[in-house]
């Protein structure tokens, strides 16, 4: 067994100072603890809330999926029963010859139909022919007036009305007889002529069209009011229509049938088209003050979203289940069947004692976390205390720290640790310069070598003669004036979003679009160039060095950007054709006396903004294609900062017209316009280098 060292043994003769307790960094834990079994009581509260809200909310949607199953199944029986009327009522019809006024045991049947189902507002039989008997349930229908006659009201104890059309024979005529409840004629009506051909109703049309069974939304054509029919076609023996039945639901009756179905407490039911549009309860069955129409549209844009059919949601801070399942008719559209149920109509005491029991367990928890926050200064003050002298050491600050009070013993062995940890470092820093002991005490990431393809516009700088201007110069007012130079230069660029990629002598590269993107990456670049230019315009007069021109070339195209370089040094920066591209178009501006060359793709890019014109077509070393190479001159707004002059939009317009002359062939009249260019521009290098060409191909021509 070892022998304790020298700090072992203080401590130990500390621990047992009668006056001075001492105590291990277990006591604190041991309180912690304590505290901490409170702190689980409250996260097992928390938990059983959670599970139980979990629970009761999946037993609420249960209940509410099972309120929908049932008002599904109510609607399946209404329009499944309409359904099968339609197919009873086809068996009383053998041919077109049934479908007549005088089929009594037809329209005995139908009136039997209607006055037993409460929910059917009409049925009707057409021919082919246009003949058509039909019974209306008044009542049902809301009819309260003549048909011919609508501002005389109907006799007292009108239930029914059997219309009778008849459009084949000698006497074509439409007969209304009005019914009261034991099938007594109390009332009739001729219409003189046939002016309704049942016919021409789109249920017909429908059916006779497809051939088979049709459901459809449509206005009642006696009260005006929504209902909903089923139309079934009759065949021959040559599957060719010859007759349909249509039975119309009435949505009232129907809305009624199913405000029956009880849904909780305050739930609601409705029947929805396949977009969201209410069908039942009909629109004059809701108030203005009823929330269910605007929960239900809510509740349909998110089933459209999610195609969910069971899920919460709230409106005006109130949460609502929502169970929506869908209910198709045959051969035609869906209806979707929603239930909407208050959460509140679930369980609310149970919610309202776990509630209050979170309240209690927050008020002990913050009883809790005070008594916590005491405990735990024992333990932490000390130690941020010696995590600062930490933090300065490690920033090579070995000012002697004040001892540190404490009566932990592990804190006060750290201490002592810390202590002689600085104190070993102050040595060490003497023998090995302090950024490589810097370097090894701090953690970064490091960073790789990588890159990716990336479409950029790249911009090259450089200053007219610099070689022979900064011979003149010493080197400390040569490298203040350069630096001026490009600090102005440089803020331009990182305005504009661009990057600096390099400074290269007296030249600067730079481009767009990288490290993150840019819109309008070449307009951006030209802007920048266009408002350089002016800066070295402006300082010509009082900087001496900037006397010469800088010339700039700017070109776009996809490039290779990236941290470029080796493990041990590396840059970010880009490299590629188009980079080559930009210091070359940079260098070819000596040739033409210009300032700003753009390539053809910046060309494209910029638009009609600038004010530009044709320089050449060129073959750029290090390339097998030629471009199109443009002049930048100004912007062409007038009245800008950098808005071209109104001499210069002439000359860019005249000598662009003669470039496609050129272009074009026209060799005498590009020469002419080249020669009158020159008489009113005579300083104008490029238009002179066109004329040389031009007498240069006469020549050759005439030899």
Not at 487 to 492: L, P, Q, T
């Amino acid at each position: 067994m070892s022998e304790p060292n020298e700090n072992q043994e203080n401590i130990l003769k500390m621990r047992w100072r009668p006056k001075q307790l001492i105590w291990r960094i277990q006591f604190d834990i041991v309180s912690i603890f304590i505290i901490l079994i409170c702190t689980f009581s409250l996260i097992t509260s928390f938990y059983t809330y959670y599970t139980n809200s979990r629970e009761l909310t999946d037993l609420s949607f249960l209940v509410t999926e099972q309120a929908n199953t049932r008002i599904t199944s109510t609607v399946g029986d209404i329009t499944n029963q309409a359904v099968l009327l339609a197919q009873v009522t086809k068996g009383m019809i053998l041919n077109e010859k049934d479908v007549s006024g005088e089929n009594q045991t037809l329209i005995s049947y139908l009136l039997n139909l209607v006055s037993r189902e409460f929910s059917i507002s009409n049925v009707a039989v057409v021919s082919r022919e246009g003949n058509s008997v039909s019974v209306i349930n008044l009542i049902v229908s809301n009819q309260l007036y003549y048909h011919l006659d609508p501002s005389k009201e109907l006799p007292s104890g009108s239930q029914y009305a059997l219309r009778i059309v008849t459009r084949t024979g000698p006497n074509p005529s439409e007969v209304w007889e009005y019914k009261d409840n034991n099938m007594n004629t109390i009332a009739t009506e001729t219409i003189p002529g046939i002016y309704y051909d049942p016919r021409g109703e789109s249920w017909y049309h429908k059916v006779a069209e497809w051939q088979h069974m049709h459901w459809q939304m449509m206005p009642s054509a006696l009260s005006g009011q929504e209902i909903v029919s089923v139309t079934s076609p009759l065949l021959n023996s040559e599957k060719k229509v010859f007759a349909v039945v249509n039975v119309g639901l009435s949505l009232d009756q129907m809305s009624n049938v199913i405000a029956l179905q009880t849904v909780e407490k305050t739930g609601r039911a409705f029947v929805l088209s396949s977009d969201g549009e209410i069908i039942v309860p009909i629109s004059q069955n809701i108030t203005q003050q009823d929330v269910f129409p605007f929960v239900m549209k809510q509740a349909y844009e998110q089933y459209a979203k999610t195609n969910e059919g069971k899920f919460l949601i709230t409106n005006e801070n109130k949460k609502y289940l929502i169970c929506i399942t869908e209910y198709s008719l045959e051969f035609t559209d869906r209806w979707l069947i929603a239930v909407v149920v208050p959460f509140d109509d679930f369980f609310a005491p149970i919610f309202r004692i776990q509630k209050q029991t979170i309240l209690i367990s927050i008020a002990i928890l913050i009883f809790f976390i005070f008594l916590i926050n005491f405990a735990s200064k024992h333990i932490s003050s000390p130690i941020v205390k010696l995590a600062g002298v930490v933090n300065r050491i490690q920033n090579f600050d070995f000012q002697e720290p004040p001892k540190m009070k404490s009566r932990i013993s592990e804190i006060i062995v750290l201490d002592s640790s810390i202590r002689s940890m600085g104190n070993a470092l102050q040595s060490f820093g003497r023998y090995i310069p302090k950024e490589i002991v810097k370097t090894l005490i701090k953690q970064g990431q490091e960073i790789k070598i990588g890159g990716e393809r990336r479409e950029l516009t790249v911009l090259f700088s450089d200053i007219e003669n610099f070689t022979t201007v900064a011979e003149s110069f010493e080197i400390e007012e040569l490298t203040q004036t350069l630096s001026e130079y490009f600090e102005a230069f440089s803020k331009i660029i990182v305005n504009s979003e661009g990057t600096i990629d390099k400074f290269i002598g007296d030249s600067i590269m730079a481009f767009w679009n990288a490290p993150g993107p840019v819109v309008d990456q070449g307009s951006k670049a030209c802007l920048a160039a266009l408002q350089c230019l002016k800066i070295t315009n402006n300082q010509n007069e009082t900087n001496p060095f900037l006397k010469g021109r800088t010339r700039f070339g700017i070109h776009s195209g996809e490039a290779i950007v990236g941290n470029i370089g080796t493990s041990e040094r590396m840059n970010y920066t880009a490299i590629g054709n188009v980079v080559n591209t930009a210091a070359r178009l940079q260098t070819l501006n000596k040739i033409y006396n210009t300032s700003i060359m753009i390539s053809e793709p910046v060309h494209e890019k910029i638009g009609t903004r600038f004010i530009t014109r044709p320089l050449d077509f060129i073959v750029v070393k290090g390339r097998t294609k030629g471009i199109t190479v443009f002049e930048l001159v100004g912007l062409k707004e007038e009245g800008k900062e950098l808005s071209a002059t109104p001499a210069q939009v002439e000359l860019c317009t005249s000598f662009t017209k003669a470039y496609e002359m050129l272009l074009a062939g026209k060799m005498e009249e590009a020469k002419a316009s080249f020669s009158a260019l020159h008489e009113k521009f005579p300083s104008d290098t490029v238009t002179q280098l066109y004329l040389e060409r031009l007498h240069s191909e006469a020549r050759k021509k005439n030899t």
